[in-house]
C-alpha cells in the first residue's frame, strides 16, 4: 500500500530553467513533508521540509508547496543546475509518529 | 562532526548465511532508523529504536529480521538464514528526536547468492 506516490520517474530540464517535481499521498493523517535529494552509492540527504499547518516553505531556490485539500506537494528548484541532477524523494508523517513514507523518486536531470 | 555512518558498505551472502549491518548515528543523536529499498522501489520502513529500546518495527518482517541498539556501541540490523528477495540496500537513519528530520547514512548494499 503506496501511501505516498510520484508518479513521474525521471524528468528533464534544461539548465537555468524551473525544475517542477510532484508527489501525492492518500493518508490525511500526514502533517509533515520532507523532500531528500539522492545521489548515486549514496544515502539521500535532506532537502527540505514542511508543516501542515504551511502551504509553502523556501531555502534559496528550493520552495515547497503544499496543497492538502488535494492531498498533494510539489518541489520546485529554480534555477535548475546541472548539480541538481540526481533522484528525488519525498516523504511523509504523521507529526506524532516515528515512520516517515517514502514515494519511488523521481529522477532529476538538468541537461547544461 | 561524522555523520551517520554505515558499514559495511558492500556485503555478499549466500543463501542460508546471516547478515550483520552496523549503523552509527550521528553525535548526539540517540534515535535510530531502518529503511530497506528494493529496486526500483523506494525506501521503506523497517524499525525505529532508540538506546537498549525498539520502539517501533512495524515495518520489519516477523521471521529472521532483528534489530538492536544497545547502550554502548553501534544499531545493528541481522538478518538470518539469508534469501535472494533479503538483496537490497539498507539504510540507517538518525535524529536527535523523532520530531526532527533524519540524517541517513550511505546504507549497506547486501547482495545475496
Known amino acids: 500500500d503506496q501511501q505516498v506516490k510520484q508518479n513521474s520517474p525521471s524528468l528533464s530540464v534544461q539548465e537555468g530553467r524551473i525544475s517542477i517535481l510532484n508527489c501525492d499521498y492518500t493518508?490525511?493523517?500526514?502533517?509533515?513533508f520532507l523532500w531528500y535529494k539522492k545521489y548515486p552509492a549514496e544515502g539521500p540527504t535532506f532537502l527540505i521540509s514542511?508543516?501542515?499547518?504551511?502551504d509553502k516553505n523556501e531555502d534559496g531556490r528550493f520552495t515547497v508547496f503544499l496543497n492538502k485539500s488535494a492531498k498533494h506537494l510539489s518541489l520546485h528548484i529554480v534555477p535548475s543546475q546541472p548539480g541538481d541532477s540526481a533522484v528525488y524523494f519525498c516523504a511523509a508523517s504523521a507529526y506524532t509518529g516515528n515512520q516517515f513514507y517514502f514515494g519511488t523518486g523521481t529522477s532529476l536531470t538538468v541537461i547544461p | 562532526n561524522a555523520g551517520v555512518m554505515q558499514n559495511p558498505r558492500h556485503l555478499v551472502r549466500r543463501r542460508g548465511q546471516e547478515a550483520r549491518l552496523r549503523c552509527s548515528p550521528m553525535k548526539g543523536h540517540s534515535h535510530v532508523y531502518w529503511y530497506r529499498q528494493l529496486p526500483e522501489e523506494g525506501l521503506k520502513f523497517m524499525v525505529y529504536?532508540?538506546?537498549?529500546?525498539?520502539?517501533?518495527e512495524s515495518g520489519m518482517p516477523k521471521e529472521r529480521f532483528s534489530a538492536e541498539f544497545p547502550k554502548e556501541g553501534p544499531s545493528i540490523l541481522r538478518i538470518q538464514q539469508v534469501v535472494r528477495g533479503d538483496s537490497a540496500a539498507y539504510f540507517c537513519?538518525?535524529?536527535?528526536?523523532?520530531?526532527?528530520?533524519?540524517?541517513f547514512g550511505p546504507g549497506t548494499r547486501l547482495t545475496v547468492t
Open positions: 493518508n490525511s493523517m500526514f502533517d509533515y
Open positions: 529504536l532508540q538506546k537498549e529500546n525498539i520502539i517501533d
Open positions: 514542511i508543516s501542515s499547518i504551511k
Open positions: 537513519a538518525s535524529s536527535p528526536s523523532n520530531t526532527y528530520e533524519q540524517y
